[in-house]
């Protein structure tokens, strides 16, 4: 009902979302309360009576209920009860006292008439509809029955069952039931007055427990006993059975936890650690430290960064041995960078610092200093380790069995995480202490990480065979594992080298499926990252049959998403991808107010990550729009964002070559411009075209062939090479159909009605604008769409 379902309620945000994605077609259907002329109906049928003669009863009921089609049904059965309304053998039909029914005094809601209808069932279906109640609308028929046992047989107990489920009560699915409505459970809940409830559900859940003799027992009623004891709990004042009880929500939460249900195991655990004593780190070691340790992990998947931090800091305080506080020194990093990196650094800092001590117990220490000559040394060492391995061979070695060194790849593991973005050195040498570790003390889940970082890191700098190699071994290593996914090897991965051998529309899905199986997990951090890097791709490679303004919702969901767990840094970047976005969706020409190319400028400097997406993006745009110079002044200042992360996603390093390569073409046929700056603009396009060759040689013909025609087209067009730049036009425009590039299909036919325009074919050129002017259409960029139609109206 509306007035139930608030804004804020699981169903009403599914059925936003379904409706956001404008893939399913939803309609919305209001049921209103029935008209007096639909009681008619209902009764006619029902009764087998002619509506002519049902009509004054059908008057009564609507006069009672006003509509409400529960009230009608719980009224009818009332009347049926109390011999209002009976089936006459004699007459062979129903029959009603009319004005018996009219004088009935009926109770103000359907709770309050189910309420006497139940007071005048017998003491023991009162007493199973008390119980059913307490339980919750829906509950377990075995459950049911333990708990009526001790005065009731299971055969009385299964008589009452029937009885509640031929009166309309209850409805019985396989071995559980439920009560009929809402309305029917409140009832019954009312049976238990107020006061007394709380010591009815600790009442309740005593007696379950007592019922159990084993575990496998307990486990069945575990939710149910816990469940009904929690709500009583403030009650529970001896001190054995409130540790008791701390063990049985630690349980329960740990079975949860592991069934992903992260929410209800936040609640077990946090009312776990309630029930324990002043001094029970002292009296129940073990008990507390599973709960902290624990509930910490829990409260990190609830974006809770300040709950698991005061959970993990009673275990560091506690901990006897390092081994019992590993898992909460791992929980206490991630917390602080869940604390929003970006905006606060001395959280970062002190996450890296934490790594670092915690790696140095562990007995891997590290220069404070790490320079380029150490990384080298790492670097020779490991390459010399793996290039003399074939994949078989990796796969064959041991599986890892010391607990320290499983332990060092795990931290490790967040250490190359957080020494990305600010200390490129330091990351570079752990990928290389992950792999060595892995060679010789044998294989864990976490050596596909280690391999799979070692392969950007190697593509970065252009070891690209052997970086392929790792990236075949780190899949291989998921398999052997039987991991069908993970987060932080699909983040390493399809983020930045992948993208160089498969289509990135594939890319984007696996990342897609890196966040959905992180969250699933409760692996938050590399599930965050996950969706950044989906984000990320999904702006230059629309997926086919998508449109701007999908990936524009799509991208507003993923900020929404970061922004609930503080992802200040990667909701700016993925800002100015929406904005471009936007800029392109507007219907607008360059000359009017609303100038697309502009975007917004920050309030303070940009994280080099931000930085890099607003440049890429403001390059990008100006260069669609034909704003050559303002791309030109964009361009100078890309080669110092480039040196500030050489590790850059793929993705990022692909498009913006391509349009760097593109400018640099395109400003060669300039008026005006010096020979040194020809020459300048020439060499430029003259390396990006040689990345590409190399890309397309090494990778994907999906992702580079047409890119690279459409490079080499525009390149032969400034070199004088006409009937060369013609032709590669043509393929450049042949081969982007056959991928789902429509945003690149529509460019390559626009850079071609260009040219052709330039050299005076009109026909050619106006064939080639109407094309880009559909594709463009299609794409949803309706200020390109202006922009082309701006230019068509000028050709000869």
């Known amino acids: 009902r509306d007035e139930e379902v608030t804004p804020a309620h699981p169903l009403a945000e599914l059925l936003g979302a379904v409706a956001m994605d404008e893939v399913v077609p939803m309609s919305s259907i209001s049921l209103s309360n029935l008209e007096k002329d639909d009681i008619n109906e209902l009764l006619s049928d029902a009764l087998s009576i002619s509506p002519r003669f049902t009509r004054p009863l059908a008057g009564a009921l609507y006069s009672k209920t006003r509509g409400n089609p529960m009230f009608v049904t719980q009224l009818l059965m009332s009347l049926s009860e109390d011999g209002s309304l009976s089936y006459s053998a004699r007459g062979r039909r129903w029959q009603w006292d009319i004005q018996a029914i009219r004088a009935k005094s009926v109770a103000d809601n359907a709770v309050d008439l189910i309420v006497s209808m139940m007071k005048t069932h017998g003491d023991d279906v009162q007493r199973m509809l008390r119980t059913a109640a307490l339980l919750g609308w829906t509950f377990d028929i075995s459950i049911l029955q333990r708990l009526l046992a001790p005065t009731s047989s299971t055969t009385v107990v299964a008589n009452l069952i029937d009885i509640a489920v031929e009166g309309g009560l209850f409805v019985k699915n396989g071995s559980s039931l439920h009560f009929a409505h809402d309305a029917i459970w409140q009832g019954a809940f009312s049976l238990t007055p107020i006061s007394q409830r709380e010591q009815s559900h600790l009442d309740l859940g005593r007696r379950l427990l007592s019922t159990i003799s084993t575990d496998d027992d307990l486990g069945t009623c575990l ?249 075949r071994v780190a899949l291989a290593l998921l398999q052997k594992f039987d991991l069908e996914h993970s987060q932080c090897v699909a983040f390493s991965l399809f983020f930045f080298v992948l993208p160089y051998k498969q289509p990135l529309q594939s890319c984007v899905d696996s990342l897609r499926r890196g966040y959905n199986d992180g969250m699933s997990v409760g692996d938050v951090e590399w599930a965050l990252l996950c969706l950044r890097g989906a984000a990320s791709i999904s702006l230059f490679a629309t997926e086919r049959g998508k449109t701007l303004q999908e990936v524009e919702k799509e991208l507003q969901r993923n900020m929404e998403t970061l922004n609930a767990f503080r992802r200040s840094t990667f909701v700016s970047e993925i800002s100015y991808a929406v904005a471009a976005l936007r800029n392109l969706m507007a219907d607008t020409l360059d000359d009017s107010p609303d100038d697309p190319t502009i975007l917004p400028e920050p309030s303070q400097p940009l994280h080099f990550v931000v930085l890099r997406m607003k440049v890429c993006c403001q390059m990008w745009l100006t260069y669609l729009f034909r704003k050559y110079d303002e791309a030109a002044e964009i361009a100078q200042g890309y080669p110092d964002v480039e040196a500030s992360n050489p590790f850059a996603p793929a993705a990022s390093v692909i498009n913006e070559q391509f349009y760097l390569g593109l400018l640099a073409c395109a400003m060669q046929r300039r008026e005006g411009s010096t020979k040194d700056d020809t020459s300048k603009w020439r060499n430029l396009a003259a390396g990006v075209i040689t990345k590409f060759s190399s890309w397309l040689n090494d990778g994907s013909a999906w992702n580079f062939e047409h890119k690279l025609d459409l490079l080499v087209a525009e390149q032969a067009y400034s070199d004088g090479n006409l009937v060369l730049a013609a032709a590669t036009y043509e393929k450049a425009v042949a081969c982007s159909a056959k991928t789902s590039y429509i945003n690149e299909e529509a460019l390559c036919c626009e850079r071609a009605g260009l040219f052709h325009e330039e050299r005076g074919d009109a026909d050619t050129a106006k064939t080639y604008y109407e094309t880009a002017i559909l594709l463009y259409h299609r794409w949803g960029a309706k200020s390109k769409v202006a922009d082309l139609k701006a230019l068509l109206k000028n050709v000869g």
């Open 223 to 471: 939710s149910v006993i816990v469940g009904q004891y929690n709500k009583g709990a403030s009650l529970v004042t001896n001190r054995d059975e409130a540790l008791r009880l701390a063990g049985l929500n630690l349980k329960a939460g740990e079975k949860a936890f592991a069934a992903t249900s992260f929410r209800q195991a936040s609640i077990y655990l946090l009312q776990a650690s309630v029930l324990l004593q002043p001094n029970a780190w002292d009296t129940h070691y073990d008990l507390c430290l599973r709960i902290f340790t624990t509930c910490g992990e829990v409260q990190l998947t609830q974006g809770n960064s300040d709950g698991a931090l005061l959970s993990a800091a009673q275990v560091l305080n506690h901990g006897r041995v390092l081994e019992d506080r590993l898992r909460s020194h791992h929980t206490i990093i991630l917390a602080n960078l869940g604390r929003d990196i970006s905006a606060e650094v001395e959280h970062y800092n002190a996450a890296i610092q934490h790594g670092l001590a915690v790696l140095a117990e562990l007995g891997e220490t590290f220069p404070v200093d790490i320079d380029q000559g150490v990384v080298n040394k790492e670097r020779e060492k490991v390459i010399s380790i793996v290039s003399q391995r074939s994949v078989d061979a990796i796969l064959q070695k041991r599986i890892m069995d010391d607990p320290i060194k499983k332990a060092a790849l795990r931290f490790l593991v967040i250490v190359v995480r957080m020494s990305y973005s600010k200390n490129q050195n330091l990351m570079l040498v752990s990928v290389m202490r992950m792999v060595e570790i892995t060679m010789t003390s044998g294989l864990t889940p976490d050596a596909s990480f280690a391999f799979a970082s070692l392969s950007f890191v190697l593509y970065g700098s252009g070891s690209h065979p052997l970086s392929d190699f790792c990236s």
